[in-house]
Structure formats: structure tokens, C-alpha cells
């Protein structure tokens, strides 16, 4: 009977996180995009893990963060888009053993600041960038010389059949931007390695990294960041500025004055201009210097059907 009861309960809980046919551009930076078949708001492991034991396999599922890396195309996404809150807010500190355990749904900004309440030294650089922790270490995401791989010590996934597994940091494979953790895998927590600082270095440090973005970036836009990834040997926007692109537009997309790697949805902009404009700069970058610019930006879901 107990067992009933938390199956309903579940149940219950379910029909409000569920959403039909949901207009997911909202939860994204770009604000553009089309919906997704099915939106799921899970607010805790035992009912993301319900969920994805009742979810036929052949239903495609897609994890969003705060959407800040993310162009949803215009077609939307067909399948289930998951989205992680409640329990996955958490942080906890582990003193015993001196790591940081993090929820995936904790914003990086969050996370930053509770570092700086509790003099714990080397999250500052996560003050800019506005993801949350399991996209980011999904991303492998950094700036000024650090990225969140620095830190980590193992994640905690759950799989397409709701089953957990712990991965150590060696098998994570972290590269630029990247990592090797399989898209059916649903990041939700990651534990990291705790170095006491003092308060006042934290705050400084805070200070001069949101200080100098403000001045190089266009942080307060919609924009999904650097739209694409620096090469071994140049940055992406130094690519970028020997075809003179900077104030490029197409449709309601541009690129920003400010940073030429920062496309911006300045007017109700459709992906298929952000999208195309990208690919407009690939082809003259191609076409001048002979590289090729790879998108850090995720492309996903279907486009529009004419
Ligand atoms: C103004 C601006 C500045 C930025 N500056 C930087 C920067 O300096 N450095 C940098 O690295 N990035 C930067 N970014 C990009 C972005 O903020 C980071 O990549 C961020 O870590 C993405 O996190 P998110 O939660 O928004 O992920 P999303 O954009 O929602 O998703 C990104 C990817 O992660 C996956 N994902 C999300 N959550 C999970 C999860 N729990 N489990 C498994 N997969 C998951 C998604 O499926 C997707 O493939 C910037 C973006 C903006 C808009």
C-alpha cells in the first residue's frame, strides 16, 4: 500500500511538471527556436528516475540547462526535453572529505557566490558565465586560463534506463570544450575539490573578471556566447575580424559590435538567421584564411518545415 501511495503521489506530482508541445526558446539565452513534444521539469532523482523507466526507449530525450550555449531551431525537438530543479539545487559541503558536492540545476553564478560566503577559492572564473553547473561540465566551460575540469574529482549521471553511475574525472575525457559523456547521459551532480582562500581575494577577483567582460562582451543580450571555438593557433574572433564581419546582419540576427564571436538576436530573430549567419562567417573565414571555425554552440532539434 506504501508503495501505491508514493507511485501516485509521483504521479501527481508528474502532471504538473509535464508540459505538451512547450515553447522551449523561452528557457534558452537566443530566445528563438521552436517547441519541444514533451517538457519535463524533474524535481527530484526518484522521479527522474520513474520518469525514464516509463519513457519508451525509442523517445529521444534532450538535457537543457539555463540555455546559455544552446540555438534551438525553428522546427523545435521532437522527443522529451528535461530540465533539473528542485533536489538538484543543492549544494553541500563535505568537510570529512574536503569536496564540494553540486547539484546540476545550480546556476554557476550561484555557485560562485556561495564560494566567496564560504572561502572556498577557485570557482571565482564561474561569475561570467552564465550556465549552470551541469551544462558547464558538460561543456567543459571556462574562461581567463580555468575551466570547471580544474576542479572536478567524478559526476554522478543517470542513464536512459535510470540507472546511476558514478564517473571518475580520468574517464570524463575533458577536452576544449568538451567532454566525452554520451548525450543520453543526464549529469546530477559533480563533486569537486575544495581549497580554502580568503574572502576578500574571492570578492577582488569576482570584481575584476565581471569587470572586464562587461567591457569585451555583450553580457546582457541575447546571445548564446562565443558562437564558435578558438583554433589551436588563432582566437575565434581574430578569425572573425580579418573578414570584417563585426555589425554583420541577417534578419533579426547580428553580430555584436562589441565581440565579432558573439552573434546577438537583436530583433525577434529566427535560428535559421543565427544559424545561417554563423555559417555565413565559417565560409568567409574559410574562404581568407583557409581554416575551418567549429561551432561551440549546440546546434539541436529539427528545422522549420516550409
Ligand atoms: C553572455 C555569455 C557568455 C558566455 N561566456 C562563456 C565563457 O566565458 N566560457 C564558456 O565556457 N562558456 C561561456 N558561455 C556559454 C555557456 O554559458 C556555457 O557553455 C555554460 O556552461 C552552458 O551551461 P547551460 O546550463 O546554459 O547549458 P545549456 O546551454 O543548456 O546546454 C549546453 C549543453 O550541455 C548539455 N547539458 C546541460 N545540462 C546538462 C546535464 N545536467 N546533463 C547532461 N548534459 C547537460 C545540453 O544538453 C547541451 O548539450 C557564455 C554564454 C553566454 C550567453
Given at each position: 500500500?506504501k508503495?501505491?501511495?508514493?507511485?501516485?503521489t509521483?504521479i501527481?506530482?508528474f502532471?504538473?511538471?509535464i508540459?505538451i508541445?512547450?515553447?522551449i526558446?523561452k528557457?534558452t539565452?537566443f530566445g528563438?527556436?521552436g517547441?519541444?513534444?514533451?517538457?519535463?521539469?524533474?524535481?527530484?532523482?526518484i522521479?527522474?528516475?520513474?520518469?525514464l523507466?516509463l519513457?519508451?526507449?525509442?523517445?529521444?530525450i534532450?538535457?537543457i540547462g539555463m540555455?546559455?550555449?544552446?540555438?534551438i531551431?525553428?522546427?523545435?525537438i521532437?522527443?522529451?526535453?528535461?530540465?533539473?530543479?528542485g533536489?538538484?539545487n543543492?549544494?553541500?559541503?563535505?568537510?570529512?572529505?574536503?569536496?564540494?558536492?553540486v547539484?546540476s540545476?545550480?546556476?554557476?553564478?550561484?555557485?560562485?557566490?556561495?564560494?566567496?560566503?564560504n572561502?572556498?577559492?577557485g570557482?571565482e572564473?564561474?561569475i561570467?558565465?552564465p550556465?549552470?553547473?551541469?551544462?558547464s561540465?558538460?561543456?567543459?566551460a571556462?574562461?581567463?586560463?580555468?575551466?570547471?575540469?580544474?576542479l572536478i574529482?567524478?559526476?554522478t549521471?543517470?542513464d536512459?534506463?535510470?540507472?546511476?553511475?558514478?564517473?571518475?574525472?580520468e574517464k570524463i575525457?575533458?577536452?576544449?570544450?568538451?567532454?566525452?559523456?554520451?548525450n543520453q547521459?543526464i549529469?546530477?551532480?559533480?563533486?569537486?575539490?575544495m581549497?580554502k582562500?580568503s574572502k576578500?581575494?574571492?570578492k577582488?577577483?569576482?570584481?575584476s573578471?565581471?569587470?572586464?567582460?562587461?567591457?569585451?562582451?555583450?553580457?546582457?543580450?541575447?546571445?548564446g556566447?562565443?558562437?564558435f571555438?578558438?583554433?589551436k593557433?588563432?582566437k575565434a574572433?581574430?578569425?572573425?575580424?580579418?573578414i570584417?564581419?563585426?555589425?554583420?546582419?541577417?534578419?533579426?540576427?547580428k553580430?555584436?559590435?562589441?565581440?565579432?564571436n558573439f552573434?546577438?538576436?537583436?530583433?525577434?530573430?529566427?535560428?535559421?538567421?543565427?544559424e545561417v549567419?554563423?555559417?555565413e562567417?565559417?565560409?568567409?573565414?574559410?574562404?581568407?584564411?583557409g581554416?575551418?571555425?567549429?561551432?561551440?554552440?549546440?546546434r539541436?532539434g529539427?528545422?522549420?518545415k516550409?
Amino acid at each position: 500500500m506504501k508503495c501505491l501511495i508514493k507511485i501516485f503521489t509521483l504521479i501527481k506530482s508528474f502532471v504538473k511538471s509535464i508540459k505538451i508541445n512547450y515553447p522551449i526558446a523561452k528557457n534558452t539565452w537566443f530566445g528563438s527556436g521552436g517547441k519541444t513534444s514533451i517538457f519535463f521539469e524533474a524535481q527530484s532523482i526518484i522521479s527522474l528516475k520513474f520518469f525514464l523507466s516509463l519513457l519508451p526507449i525509442n523517445i529521444p530525450i534532450f538535457t537543457i540547462g539555463m540555455g546559455s550555449n544552446i540555438l534551438i531551431r525553428d522546427g523545435g525537438i521532437r522527443g522529451v526535453t528535461i530540465k533539473l530543479k528542485g533536489d538538484f539545487n543543492k549544494i553541500i559541503i563535505d568537510k570529512s572529505n574536503n569536496v564540494l558536492k553540486v547539484g546540476s540545476g545550480v546556476k554557476n553564478i550561484d555557485l560562485a557566490k556561495f564560494c566567496e560566503v564560504n572561502n572556498i577559492g577557485g570557482f571565482e572564473f564561474l561569475i561570467g558565465i552564465p550556465g549552470s553547473v551541469g551544462g558547464s561540465v558538460k561543456m567543459n566551460a571556462g574562461c581567463f586560463k580555468q575551466s570547471i575540469s580544474d576542479l572536478i574529482t567524478k559526476i554522478t549521471v543517470i542513464d536512459r534506463l535510470g540507472k546511476i553511475h558514478t564517473i571518475n574525472k580520468e574517464k570524463i575525457n575533458f577536452s576544449y570544450r568538451k567532454t566525452e559523456i554520451p548525450n543520453q547521459h543526464i549529469i546530477i551532480d559533480s563533486t569537486f575539490n575544495m581549497q580554502k582562500k580568503s574572502k576578500t581575494l574571492i570578492k577582488n577577483k569576482m570584481k575584476s573578471i565581471s569587470l572586464k567582460r562587461k567591457t569585451v562582451q555583450p553580457t546582457n543580450t541575447r546571445t548564446g556566447g562565443s558562437t564558435f571555438k578558438n583554433t589551436k593557433s588563432f582566437k575565434a574572433w581574430e578569425l572573425i575580424e580579418k573578414i570584417n564581419f563585426r555589425g554583420k546582419s541577417l534578419g533579426g540576427a547580428k553580430i555584436s559590435k562589441l565581440h565579432p564571436n558573439f552573434i546577438i538576436n537583436y530583433n525577434n530573430a529566427k535560428s535559421l538567421d543565427i544559424e545561417v549567419l554563423g555559417e555565413e562567417i565559417v565560409e568567409e573565414v574559410r574562404k581568407k584564411t583557409g581554416i575551418r571555425l567549429e561551432w561551440e554552440i549546440k546546434r539541436v532539434g529539427n528545422f522549420e518545415k516550409i
